[in-house]
């Protein structure tokens, strides 16, 4: 067996992951109006709390990394900010979101409970260390190019800022063109470093395979949740939506709201069975 890293560590006030709890980080892709913000922040937290699953609304400010230059990035950095702002506001709910620049941090991380650094920038000095700087918990996406092992040096990266909160995000490798596949040796691998979440729908994404946009096959989520539930993950990444097929991004691999409570019972299922069986 592989070692683990020092668990549990502290992703809000509240919320400590690689504990005996769950922790899901949930939500649309990015941030299209209050609304559906609003809605799925609303259904995730009571689902969440039925299954005794700790909650973090998950969406972006601004999708930096978009495959064509017309597509949706963003309905405005103020605009989105001031939707987390009434969102843990009214439903007092921690929020997660990433950042792609070293001087959006301050701006972000006081309002943002949880920093995260893209795949394809976790190798970044200057973003990771402005984001252990911020003080806040800092989640690294391992990126598709990127050795599982070498996350190490990203984790120490934040560590060296004084700031012991990073996590670690997997959500597969490129193999060919518009193509991912996750190799669950990198769960446990990774989990050495630093507590480890999966990334259900991104594992499932078709990078740049829609023609100037991103495809995906969400049939496939349920097969990947349970087995990344089964290698001994600490959370979920998972984004999802009322309406995928309308989202204004990554609709292709989003799970349907209206799904999800089916969906994370199963995977707390598997994950309740994996614990049992590695006390």
Aim: a negative charge; proline letters at 5%; hydrophobic letters at 40%.
């Amino acid at each position: 067996m592989l070692q683990k890293s020092d668990l549990p560590v502290q992703l809000t006030d509240k919320i400590q992951i690689g504990s005996d709890q769950l922790v899901l980080l949930a939500g649309p892709c990015a941030v299209e109006d209050y609304e559906i913000c609003h809605q799925v922040a609303e259904t995730l937290k009571g689902i969440c709390s039925g299954l005794d699953v700790q909650y973090v609304f998950k969406a972006s400010f601004d999708k930096a990394n978009r495959t064509a230059a017309g597509s949706f990035r963003s309905i405005g950095v103020e605009e989105s900010l001031d939707i987390f702002r009434r969102l843990k506001k009214e439903l007092n709910v921690p929020i997660v979101t990433d950042v792609h620049e070293s001087y959006q941090v301050p701006l972000v991380a006081e309002v943002v409970d949880v920093l995260q650094i893209p795949a394809f920038l976790c190798r970044q000095t200057d973003l990771l260390l402005a984001a252990g700087h911020s003080g806040k918990a800092v989640n690294i996406k391992r990126g598709q190019f990127m050795a599982p092992e070498d996350m190490k040096y990203a984790v120490e990266k934040i560590h060296g800022t004084g700031n012991k909160n990073a996590c670690l995000t997997e959500r597969g490798v490129s193999f060919g063109y518009h193509n991912l596949v996750v190799d669950m040796r990198a769960l446990p691998t990774m989990r050495q470093f630093a507590p480890v979440i999966f990334d259900v729908t991104h594992s499932v994404q078709q990078p740049g395979a829609a023609g100037g946009s991103s495809g995906g096959q969400r049939q496939f989520a349920p097969y990947l949740a349970r087995a990344a539930a089964a290698a001994g993950v600490d959370g979920f990444f998972i984004e999802t939506h009322p309406e995928p097929d309308k989202a204004r991004s990554d609709g292709p691999n989003m799970i349907p709201l209206q799904e999800m409570e089916d969906f994370l019972s199963m995977i707390k299922e598997f994950w309740n069975l994996e614990r049992r069986l590695h006390r």
